[in-house]
Structure formats: C-alpha cells, structure tokens
C-alpha cells in the first residue's frame, strides 16, 4: 500500500481581526472577533474539518494573536508541526469591517491598519526556503496536495518538490507578487489554478495576462462573483451558474470555502487524475464548491460556516442546496460569535483593544 494521501498549505497565515460596522463603516464596537485566517488556513480548516489529513506550513509570532490562531486551527484538526512560533515578530494582522446596513449586506472590507490605534500591521517573514522544504520533505510524496496562495521564493520551492513528486499543486492567489520571477516559478509547478476574475496583476485583470493559460496546468478556475464560474481544461471551457444568494451577511470566506468543496468534490481519486476526469465529474465538484460558497456568504466570519454547524448539519445544508439550486435560509443572524469559537483573554492595560499591540512600545504584540 502506498502512502496516504497529505494535503500541505502554505501562504498568507493571519490573525483575522472582525468588526460589525454600520452604514458609513464605522465599527459598532470596539470588541472584535477574532480567528485563524487566509485562503491557506481557510482552506485546510474545511478539509480538515471533513477528515482530511492536513499540515500547515507557515509562521505566527509568539504573541496573545498568535497563540489564538494556533488554537483555532488546531480547533479544526489541522496539523500544526511545521508552523513556526518566532519571538520578537508579531503575528501578521488583517482587519475586518462587515456592514450590518441591509441594503450592503455580504459586503466586507479588508484594512491593514488598526482603526483604533492606527497602528500598521506589519508584514510577517517569509523563512529561508532550504530550511522549510529540508523540515517538511518527509510529509512530500506522490500522494501530497499542496495548496499555496502567494507566490514566493518558499511557495516557488515547495511547489517544484511536491510537482516533482508527482503530487498536486494548487494555486489560489489573491494577490500576486510585483516580482514576476515568483509568480512564473510557482504556475510551471501547478496543476490546478483558481483565481477571481478581480484579481489584478500588472494594472489589469489577471484573467487578461498570458500567465493566467500556463501550459503545464490540468485546470484553470476562474470565479465570476454572481456570474458563476468558468473552468478551462485543454481546449474546452466549463461554465455554471452561481448559486442564488438572497440574504448574504458575509462574503469574505466564500472562494475558499468553493476550493474546499471543489476538492472535496474531486476527492482523492479524482485529484490525482485529473487529465482522464470526465466534464461531468468536475462540473460536480464545482456544484459542491459553489454550494458551500453560497452557504458561507450566510455568516459573519470566513469559517462562520463550520463554527455554526456540526458536520451533518452541514452536508445536509450542502445537499439541499446543491438539490434545489438555491441557498436556504438559516436562523443565525450576523454576529461575532461565528467568527471563531475561541476564547481570548481581555487586553492588558496599555494593549490596544483592538488589534493588541502594546500602544505604548510598538508592534510586539
């Protein structure tokens, strides 16, 4: 018997930081939310959350955030050995704005910056590539999926070793690097690649750019907000509609949650076949995909989905919508208390109580 089959993320890990906001984007309080965040950690929380065996590669500070985002993923099962906890290095903060204004229900804002103390988050290091891909070697082989979503030296790296493997490379970029060197070197190693269609590279939508139809890629996603989604394989595309979404609360979590269920769809054996899948096999798992995209447009938080709801919960959830093309309705209105279901302990004197940097000290969580 072979070896089972592994799924690693690499990427952007952040501290979600989530704030309800009124019409004019004012926060409505100063008490946020707070949760693992990223499409990577997004991603393997879902997958892991269905009983896939999932490691994140990544790093956090040995902060009050960064133990939080620990917490949290390990909430959801997701393998924690090649995470590094760097003292003097904050965890790498993203603030969230969701408005409670129902006629901009499911819109969100991303900011970098504390709306409170004004602080900037700053960026977390990117660790010596030999170092990361001598550490996880032994968790590489022909069985691995490696979903990344930046491109850089470490992502370049990885990718080659699982590609060379004869493992899968996912690539959902949401937002690219200036430095196109990376950016090329991790698409000559991906299978599949998933991108939204506002997603911009050199001053224009990246779906304009040649890099967007890499020759070694199996799969080409690209999702279309209410339009739907396309998928390009060889010299034939596949379009679906989207999923009629009445009363959004949150869309911040809805590509990565469409990525779990599409993998999820394609399964093991599909993942590692990818050039003899039939269209219909596919066409399904991006119905599966888009279902539990929809359904986690209903909650505050891009895993508010998986907090409000036990595994059957959702796969009926999954099910009826997928059945009757239309997402149904849930009892949970928004609130913070789907964002995550840990706790975090109340700010110490001098932290800001927001996004917990000492004010008085800088950025060291």
Known sequence: MGPHMMVLGAGLVTADIVQLANGDWEPTSDHPSYAAGGTVCNVLC???????????????????LGHLVLDDLDHF??????????????????????SLDRTKFGLHRFFTRCGACRREFPPFPVPPPEEVVREVDHLIHQRTVLVIDRANELTVALAARVRAAGGVVVFEPGYLSRTRASVEGVLASTNIL????????????????????????????????????????ANREIRLTTTPIETGVDSSGAGDAFMAGF??????????????????EIEEAAERGQALGGLACLYVGAKG?????????????????????????????????????ISIENPSDGQCPVCRFVLADGPDG
């Not at 879902?46 to 009050?64: F, K, M, P, S, Y």
Request: aromatic share 4%; glycine share 12%; net charge positive.
């Open 46 to 64: 879902h997958l892991a959350r269905t009983g896939w065996h999932c490691e994140l590669i990544g790093g956090v500070g040995n902060d009050t």
């Open 77 to 98: 099962r997701v393998g924690l050995r090649a995470v590094r906890v760097i003292d003097g290095k904050p965890t790498r903060r993203i603030g969230q704005l969701v």
């Open 194 to 233: 998933k991108y939204s269609n506002l997603l911009q590279y050199e001053g224009r939508p990246f779906g304009m750019s040649p890099l967007a139809s890499p020759a070694r890629v199996d799969m080409v996603i690209e999702t279309r907000g209410h339009r739907g989604v396309a998928i390009r394989r």
């Open 263 to 280: 993998l999820g769809g394609l399964a093991e054996a599909g993942l590692f076949d990818l050039a003899h899948l039939p269209d219909r």
């Open 305 to 341: 989905l998986l907090n409000e709801n036990s595994s059957a919960q959702l796969e009926g959830l999954v099910t009826e919508t997928m059945q009757t093309r239309r997402a149904p309705q849930v009892g949970v209105g928004p609130r913070l208390t789907s964002v995550s279901r």
